[in-house]
């Protein structure tokens, strides 16, 4: 950095003070004739004692200080300044015959340079220039983290605010990965067309068949998250490939096509929470038979969720439409996936698949859940599903505690957007304590 007389080289918010020690004026006058520019304030005493004195009134940036003074020498003050205020730069000005009081205050005073006296001037403006520099750059970076801090406490306490409605702290921070997973597959709906009974279906039938072939609970909420994000690499997509069949795609949009599990794994490997359903992602073309993408993987070889993931996405597909443009019913699209069995599809994936989609084939509720509308909610109802939008969104998670803001922010929804919700909440005596768990 070159050293300025003229003007400042650092910012208008910075201003840098300098304390120069020496028992000699004429060179405290030397010192701050040389070192004089705008906006660096320069102050001085005549002593250790009472440099540490001034230091403890008013921060200083940088110290230089003479090694000989009687009293306290350079190389004592530097130390216990080093010990006091360590963020201060050091600089020690010291004769040839100073060496062993030099190495002391190196070592003890932790100096950032040393300069011999007589000490030329353009070496002292550049090594005072670089360590103010330093010095700003590191108070700089401070109020930029701090900046930061403050940012993420106010964006803290605006989600506590908005959650400690409906549930406590300790739930929030137990659920903070499910707000994100929700946050991202409501982005991906959004290019979607509406299938919300299909985002439910597909999120219940995936974990009955999980717990069917007992996967560990683990493994089964990673695989209900992989269903909820499976969409992400379609982000990509054209709106021209959003709605048209995957059988009228051209080379070029089955290439797409192909990266899209590769594009959400991606997307997702670096949460550790996720690894696992982004691996489940990632494998969901692969093919019982082996020649499915990306890896070619076999049987077993295939992660066990990735071979769920792959029963219930096609499932869907073939109640959308998505595959040859026209839309099954549930018999034709389960008919669809029983020929493939074997090659595309595990054997055992499908006989359960096949027993479970035909329960959830209308989304009736259990005996311990009753379907409601907005104007049915009571506050202290707790949802036994997610609640999803037309188009897939979701809106709130299972086992979310409903007040009276949450209804009639439900009931505004429903009015805005011209159709109605189906909401599934637990029947008063199958409630569980939701509040009860977390304590």
Aim: hydrophobic fraction near 40%.
């Amino acid at each position: 950095m070159v050293w300025s007389t003229e003007q400042s080289v650092f910012s208008s918010s910075f201003s840098p003070r300098v304390l120069l020690v020496d028992d000699e004026p004429n060179v405290l006058k030397a010192l701050g004739r040389t070192l004089r520019q705008e906006s660096v304030q320069i102050i001085t005493a005549p002593s250790g004692e009472e440099a540490l004195e001034m230091m403890r009134e008013q921060p200083v940036d940088l110290l230089i200080s003479d090694m000989r003074m009687p009293g306290m020498s350079g190389a004592e003050l530097l130390a216990q300044a080093a010990k006091e205020w360590p963020a201060t730069r050091r600089v020690l000005l010291t004769g040839y015959a100073d060496l062993e009081s030099t190495i002391q205050a190196v070592n003890e005073g932790r100096i950032a340079s040393y300069l011999n006296k007589p000490w030329d001037d353009l070496e002292l403006r550049r090594v005072v220039g670089e360590l103010l520099q330093a010095r700003f750059l590191e108070l700089e970076n401070e109020q930029l983290n701090a900046e930061l801090e403050e940012k993420n406490e106010a964006l803290e306490t605006l989600n506590t605010g908005l959650e400690s409605k409906v549930r406590r702290r300790t739930e929030e921070l137990r659920y903070s990965y499910e707000h994100m997973v929700t946050l991202v597959s409501s982005l991906t709906a959004q290019r979607e067309a509406p299938d919300s009974r299909a985002a439910l279906l597909d999120s219940l039938m995936v974990q009955e068949i999980a717990t069917r072939l007992q996967m560990n609970s683990d493994d089964t909420d990673a695989l209900r998250k992989a269903v909820m994000l499976s969409g992400l690499g379609r982000l990509g997509f054209s709106d021209d490939m959003l709605n048209k069949p995957y059988c009228d795609y051209d080379d070029t949009e089955l290439q797409k096509f192909r990266q899209w599990p590769l594009l959400a794994e991606a997307a997702l490997f670096g949460v550790p929470a996720l690894r696992c359903a982004s691996t489940y992602i990632r494998h969901q073309f692969e093919r019982y038979d082996g020649s499915g993408f990306p890896d070619g993987l076999t049987a077993d070889r295939i992660p066990l969720g990735s071979r769920i993931l792959a029963v219930v996405r096609d499932y869907s597909d073939w109640l959308a439409g998505r595959i040859n443009g026209i839309k099954a019913n549930p018999l034709q699209a389960r008919r669809e996936i029983e020929a493939l069995v074997g090659k595309r599809y595990d054997p055992r994936v499908v006989k359960i698949f096949v027993e479970v989609s035909r329960r959830y084939q209308h989304s009736n509720p259990d005996s311990s859940e009753q379907v409601v509308n907005s104007g049915e909610l009571l506050p202290g109802m707790v949802l036994s599903r997610d609640l999803f939008s037309a188009r897939g969104m979701v809106l709130l998670k299972k086992h979310h505690v409903v007040d009276e803001d949450i209804i009639s922010k439900m009931q505004h929804l429903e009015q805005l957007m011209d159709e109605p919700l189906e909401i599934y909440v637990f029947s008063d005596d199958a409630a569980p304590n939701v509040m009860g768990d977390e304590s």
